[in-house]
């Protein structure tokens, strides 16, 4: 657990019964670039439980939040679910993730793609002024199965209405779609993009290596769909260590980086044949 330092939640708020948002104080000593992440974790009997979180907040802000799930089969989602305002939480020293602007070739436009939770480490890109130095237009496609899994909606209608100083000058663009409820969009985003509908309403050109940069994040499948697409249209990833590319994904921490396991419990010896027990 030393490369973690011991924090607080300062509060937690319930999207849905899998979706939620951790806000926890930040560490003095940690410096993160947006879309990056850093170890999320508690602690159960004298053993570290703990993987990656995109951290969801501003590289200026005072305190650090996450938006995480959880699944009945995730001990550590349901864990940080039951967290409560108060509870001692284990934040990581380091940060790192390879959802950097710096990642990307100069552009025109930057399209954020997400899924589910994957859109933490946009919430703080959208809010960093670099990405609006960088790009003329950065366009934030959120989609969820359920209308209460497009976590942050409200906010980001607000920044949009000029309710929150995000410094975006009218550069953001956002696109929210669910694909199981009524909505006032719908749709996967592979085929909000296929089909031109994403274009269409942005009233931009289609998705062109030429001028456009991309970020992807979310679940495995999906991310590997978008990938796919996008080098379909000409795109190139930026290598896992090379120079920049048209389009980067979250590839997750590295193996070293990650938490070791809890060792298993020692296995008893079986006894000799005939010995009493």
Same mark, same amino acid.
């Not at 990307?104 to 930057?110: D, F, Q």
């Given at each position: 657990?030393?490369?973690?330092?011991?924090?607080?939640?300062?509060?937690?708020?319930h999207?849905?019964d899998?979706?939620?948002?951790?806000?926890?104080?930040?560490?003095?000593?940690?410096?993160?670039?947006s879309?990056?992440? #850093?170890?999320?974790?508690?602690?159960?009997?004298?053993?570290?439980q703990? +993987?990656?979180?995109?951290?969801?907040?501003?590289?200026r802000?005072?305190?650090? $939040?996450?938006?995480?799930?959880?699944?009945?089969?995730?001990t550590? !989602?349901?864990?940080?679910?039951a967290?409560? #305002?108060?509870?001692?939480?284990?934040?990581?020293?380091?940060?790192?993730?390879?959802?950097?602007i710096?990642?990307l070739?100069p552009?025109?436009?930057l399209?954020?793609?997400?899924t589910?939770? !994957?859109?933490a480490?946009?919430?703080?890109?959208?809010?960093?002024?670099?990405?609006?130095?960088?790009?003329?237009?950065?366009? /934030?496609v959120h989609?969820? +199965?359920?209308v209460s899994?497009?976590?942050y *909606?409200?906010?980001i209608t607000?920044?949009?209405a000029?309710?929150q100083?995000?410094?975006?000058?009218?550069?953001?663009?956002?696109? %929210?779609?669910?694909?199981?409820?009524?909505?006032?969009?719908?749709? +996967?985003?592979?085929?909000?993009?296929?089909?031109?509908?994403?274009? *269409?309403?942005?009233?931009l %050109?289609p998705?062109?290596?030429?001028?456009?940069r991309v970020?992807?994040?979310?679940?495995k499948?999906?991310? $590997?769909? /978008?990938?796919a697409?996008?080098?379909?249209?000409g795109?190139?990833?930026?290598p896992?260590a090379? %120079?920049?590319?048209?389009? #980067?994904? $979250?590839?997750?921490a590295?193996?070293?980086a990650?938490?070791?396991?809890?060792?298993?419990?020692?296995?008893?010896?079986?006894?000799?044949?005939?010995?009493?027990?």
């Amino acid at each position: 657990m030393h490369n973690h330092t011991l924090e607080r939640v300062t509060n937690i708020r319930h999207w849905n019964d899998r979706l939620f948002s951790v806000t926890t104080t930040r560490p003095p000593g940690l410096r993160f670039e947006s879309g990056h992440y #850093v170890s999320l974790g508690l602690a159960a009997q004298d053993q570290l439980q703990a +993987r990656p979180h995109s951290v969801a907040s501003a590289t200026r802000d005072p305190y650090l $939040e996450f938006l995480s799930h959880a699944t009945p089969a995730d001990t550590l !989602g349901s864990r940080l679910q039951a967290l409560r #305002v108060g509870d001692p939480i284990l934040v990581g020293r380091q940060a790192g993730g390879t959802l950097r602007i710096s990642d990307l070739r100069p552009g025109k436009r930057l399209y954020l793609l997400a899924t589910g939770s !994957g859109v933490a480490p946009f919430l703080s890109i959208i809010r960093d002024p670099k990405a609006y130095e960088a790009f003329d237009t950065v366009v /934030l496609v959120h989609c969820a +199965r359920e209308v209460s899994g497009l976590a942050y *909606r409200h906010y980001i209608t607000q920044a949009l209405a000029g309710r929150q100083d995000w410094r975006a000058n009218g550069a953001l663009r956002y696109v %929210p779609t669910v694909t199981r409820e009524p909505f006032e969009r719908q749709g +996967r985003i592979t085929a909000l993009i296929h089909s031109g509908e994403l274009a *269409r309403e942005l009233g931009l %050109p289609p998705l062109n290596p030429e001028h456009d940069r991309v970020m992807v994040c979310g679940s495995k499948p999906v991310r $590997e769909a /978008l990938c796919a697409m996008l080098e379909g249209f000409g795109f190139r990833c930026r290598p896992e260590a090379g %120079p920049p590319g048209d389009y #980067v994904y $979250e590839r997750g921490a590295p193996a070293a980086a990650r938490p070791a396991p809890a060792p298993p419990p020692p296995r008893r010896q079986a006894m000799p044949a005939g010995a009493a027990p």
